[in-house]
């Protein structure tokens, strides 16, 4: 029952896929708030289908099981209602949308957010208030605001600006798909120091990544490992290490010998 | 009866003028064009001009109400009700007085028709080094008992060192049809400058063919914003010459229309001389089962050495039964310039729309943001900000969303 009623997500023998092809085989997975999950696999194995198919791209196709986000059912959900509930994807490939500053994104987005949950507008001075403080906490440059959103971005500045959203929208539910790739150390160090302290004991967080790197930084609750569709392994933040160290070969070969 | 037959019982109104006659004469053995006609390919007038019309029909009272509704309330105001010029503003430095062309020039059937049979108009002349900062607004009014042919013409003369903005609109109040035959003449003497706003929101018993000729001395500078964003029928034909060198000529267009509106946007570019600058951008917007035309043509005179010609024209398709038509066409005879031409049809990209969408943005929201971000960039040349929020605003509306961009 207490079990229950912590689980902020919940997704129950999952299967999904893109042109009649299933990627997702069967997927279960737990979060509870104020957990971090971390979301491993070798290239292919479905984590960014996870990740679209949580925030709802209807690219792809959902064959069977479900989605409960807070009790509700996710799979009925378009994508903007998800994100009004708490859901936030950071894209691996964030979207380039040219005419649109950065600031007017955000506005338009919290602007949207505020009026189906019955709140009232945000002023102007706070909104770039809050702007200003969260671009403080990733080190982004004033200029930053007034660019157009992703447009000649460096894949550095993509990855920050996703963080940057997250920040300004404060979801319940953050997935991060593949937000190392295309950091470099220091750019990682800051992204990861922002998810932490947005980190707390009502929100939760899953990181799809491919290698361990992220995870000296955002310290993972559980790892689960992600081969041809399905979790094949969970573990604590020492499988991520052993994962570092063994590579995936052990776990996938074990796991075909199972599924086939 | 049809439009053609309604012209030729009028014509005893301009019998024994010789100029008219001669314009009338022109207009009969050019005929209303065709689509076989390459520059109306696309833009077929049978169906309209199988109506019935009244020539200038005296049409019906407007209250001060309605008046009031359709004014932009600049502080400059030429007003035309139902052809007739009701009011015109007292600024120093600016002549405006009706016009009546005694000596027109024609080349299509629609100028000489407007040379013709044209009784209404304005004139502008602006004294040299006048500096006129707030625009001047002129309003066209009708509101008809029955289908209406009303055909103004109009002269603008802007004297060395002048500067003037105008802003232009056509309003038809009643459900009949008005069809408005416009034609304006605009010169600009050397250095002035005139930035002119066509504000084409029109209703869908609207039509229009309008003719604007520029031409240019040394060192002027002209720019013509046209938004169009309405109207059952509109046929713009935008035409720049340039007599001097260093001029330039800027032309903006936002086209967004809907249902079953047409909307063409012809402009012929002239360089003639030396060391001048054009550039031309233009975005269209189509949704429901509208259709557009864009033909824009750039000529270089073999004098024209050191011009620089840009000309864009990038469209967006909302829905699978609207159509545009696009073409660029350059003719070149002078062998040191530059002149860059790119014409983009398209769709939103989907992929943006998720992604806005991911983020708490509706999609229909999405859209309009995403539809008004592409028109952006034409919609920031115009200067005066009540045009451009106001374009905005029938944006948005033309959109359907409540949204301020």
């Known amino acids: 029952m207490l079990d229950k009623k912590n689980n902020m997500l919940k997704i129950d023998n999952l299967k999904a896929g893109i042109e009649g092809l299933e990627i997702l085989k069967g997927i279960n997975l737990s979060v509870k708030k104020g957990e971090v999950h971390a979301i491993m696999g070798p290239n292919g194995s479905g984590k960014s289908t996870l990740s679209s198919v949580i925030a709802g791209n209807d690219n792809y196709e959902v064959n069977s099981g479900s989605i409960t986000f807070e009790d509700e059912d996710l799979l009925d959900l378009d994508p903007d209602q998800r994100a009004h509930r708490g859901v936030f994807l950071s894209f691996q490939y964030p979207v380039e949308i040219p005419g649109i500053s950065v600031s007017n994104f955000i506005k338009a987005a919290i602007t949207e957010k505020r009026k189906v949950l019955g709140l009232e507008p945000i002023t102007a001075k706070d909104l770039l208030g809050k702007m200003k403080e969260k671009m403080d906490l990733l080190d982004m440059q004033k200029g930053y605001l007034s660019r157009n959103m992703n447009e000649g971005f460096s894949g550095g500045e993509k990855k920050r600006n996703e963080i940057f959203q997250m920040a300004m929208l404060e979801p319940k539910l953050a997935i991060l798909d593949e937000t190392d790739s295309g950091l470099d150390i220091d750019a990682l160090r800051v992204v990861a120091n922002g998810v932490n302290k947005l980190k707390n004991s009502e929100n939760a967080t899953i990181v799809i990544t491919h290698y361990q790197r992220l995870l000296d930084y955002i310290i993972p609750d559980y790892v689960h490992v992600l081969h041809n569709g399905r979790i094949v392994k969970s573990g604590g933040k020492e499988l991520a290490h052993e994962l570092e160290k063994k590579g995936y070969d052990w776990i996938t070969k074990e796991a075909d010998k199972k599924w086939g | ?405």
Not at chain 2, 143 to 169: D, L
Not at chain 2, 255 to 281: P, R, W
Not at chain 2, 313 to 318: E, H, R
Not at chain 2, 380 to 403: F, T
């Open chain 2, 1 to 405: 009866m049809g439009l053609i037959e309604n012209i030729k019982e009028y014509q005893h109104n301009f019998a024994g003028n010789s100029n008219r006659e001669k314009a009338y004469l022109s207009f009969l053995n050019k005929g209303f064009p065709t689509t076989k006609n390459e520059e109306w390919k696309f833009s077929s007038l049978k169906k309209i001009i199988s109506h019935d019309f009244t020539i200038e029909e005296k049409g019906l009272k407007l209250s001060k109400e309605e008046i009031d509704h359709y004014s932009l309330n600049f502080k400059h105001q030429i007003l035309f009700i139902n052809g007739t010029l009701t009011s015109k503003p007292n600024i120093n430095g600016v002549r405006i007085n009706k016009y009546v062309d005694d000596s027109p020039i024609f080349n299509s059937a629609f100028s000489a028709l407007n040379a013709a049979c044209s009784n209404i108009g304005y004139e502008i002349n602006v004294d040299p080094n006048t500096i006129i900062e707030e625009p001047i607004e002129i309003l066209f009014l009708t509101k008809n008992s029955s289908n209406n042919f009303i055909q103004y013409r109009n002269k603008i003369v802007i004297g060395e060192n002048a500067q003037i903005k105008i802003v232009e609109g056509i309003k038809n109040l009643s459900d009949k049809y008005c069809f408005t035959n416009m034609h304006t003449n605009i010169k600009l003497d050397k250095s002035s400058n005139i930035e002119f706003n066509k504000l084409q929101n029109n209703t869908d018993s609207q039509i229009t063919i309008d003719e604007t000729n520029l031409t240019q001395e040394k060192n002027s500078n002209s720019t013509v914003n046209t938004l169009l964003f309405g109207g059952m029928f509109t046929r713009n034909n935008l035409n720049f010459a340039q007599n001097g060198e260093r001029c330039e000529s800027n032309m903006n267009g936002v086209v967004i229309l809907d249902e079953n509106e047409f909307g063409d946007n012809h402009t012929y570019m002239d360089h003639k001389n030396a060391n001048c600058e054009s550039n031309e951008l233009y975005k269209g917007i189509y949704l429901g089962k509208s259709k557009g035309v864009f033909n824009g043509k750039i000529m270089v005179q073999p004098d024209a050495q050191k011009i620089n010609a840009f000309q864009a024209n990038n469209n967006l398709l909302i829905s699978d039964n609207a159509s545009i038509n696009s073409k660029p066409q350059l003719e070149i005879y002078a062998d040191d310039v530059k002149c860059s031409h790119g014409c983009t049809i398209g769709q939103l990209d989907e992929n943006a729309l998720f992604y806005m969408n991911t983020r708490g943005i509706r999609k229909e929201d999405a859209r309009a943001i995403l539809t008004f971000a592409f028109a952006s960039e034409a919609l920031e040349k115009i200067s005066i900000n009540k045009i451009q929020d106001l374009a905005k605003k029938l944006i948005a509306e033309k959109l359907k969303v409540d949204l301020s961009f």
